[in-house]
T-cell receptor, first 115, second 116 residues
């Protein structure tokens, strides 16, 4: 079974630009969660999509948005990039993130550098 | 609200020695507890989790952790370290009463180095 894939793996952007990151979950998984990982703030939850609906959202500004398609693939978009957006963005998929019996599987992440 | 503290941002052990990574949590309600591992340039992988029942939890790669309510701890151990265990380890906590990924609180991580 293929794991969670994220594209691209590395991105370099400049301040003010926008960026779109993609995540393909494990086949059959309907829940996709996004996290931001930085040395200073650690792992922070961005949002979660389940069956094409945003079910939960973390404490991030509206510049961070996402969506999920009918095949469960998800994208996240960051507009008007700031230097502080430089981070590893992780995607995780599970059957249903609200069930502790389900395990979430992480992708390798997209490393975003904002110059 | 929960919080989790991982004591020691860096831990070094010799190959074959005991691995002990410390995690203490703060929660006003019964918690779910997790340990994740992150290898370089990879995402997180679940090692083990405590939900209910047996307080000694066995995970993958020979790791185990024991939930000690009286000490509010969930330390991760492995009897004999292997070079392949070098990675960063994250402890995480969530309330049992209202679980969801969005409610997971992660620790700041412990980088484990194995000395040949």
């Amino acid at each position: 079974k293929a794991g969670v894939t994220q594209t691209p793996r590395y991105l370099i952007k400049t301040r003010g630009q926008q960026v779109t990151l993609s995540c393909s979950p494990i086949s059959g998984h309907r829940s996709v969660s996004w996290y931001q990982q930085t040395p200073g703030q650690g792992l922070q939850f961005l949002f979660e999509y389940f069956s094409e609906t945003q079910r939960n959202k973390g404490n991030f500004p509206g510049r961070f948005s996402g969506r999920q398609f009918s095949n469960s693939r998800s994208e996240m978009n960051v507009s008007t990039l700031e230097l502080g957006d430089s981070a590893l963005y992780l995607c995780a998929s599970s059957l249903d993130s609200q069930r502790v019996t389900d395990t979430q599987y992480f992708g390798p992440g997209t490393r975003l550098t904002v110059l | 609200a929960q919080s989790v503290t991982q004591l020691g941002s860096h831990v070094s052990v010799s190959e074959g020695a005991l691995v002990l990574l410390r995690c203490n949590y703060s929660s006003s309600v019964p918690p779910y507890l997790f340990w994740y591992v992150q290898y370089p340039n990879q995402g997180l992988q679940l090692l083990l989790k405590y939900t209910t029942g047996a307080t000694l939890v066995k995970g993958i790669n020979g790791f185990e952790a024991e939930f000690k309510k009286s000490e509010t701890s969930f330390h991760l151990t492995k009897p004999s370290a292997h070079m392949s265990d070098a990675a960063e380890y994250f402890c995480a906590v969530s309330d049992q009463s209202n679980f969801g990924n969005e409610k997971l609180t992660f620790g700041t991580g412990t980088r484990l180095t194995i000395i040949p």
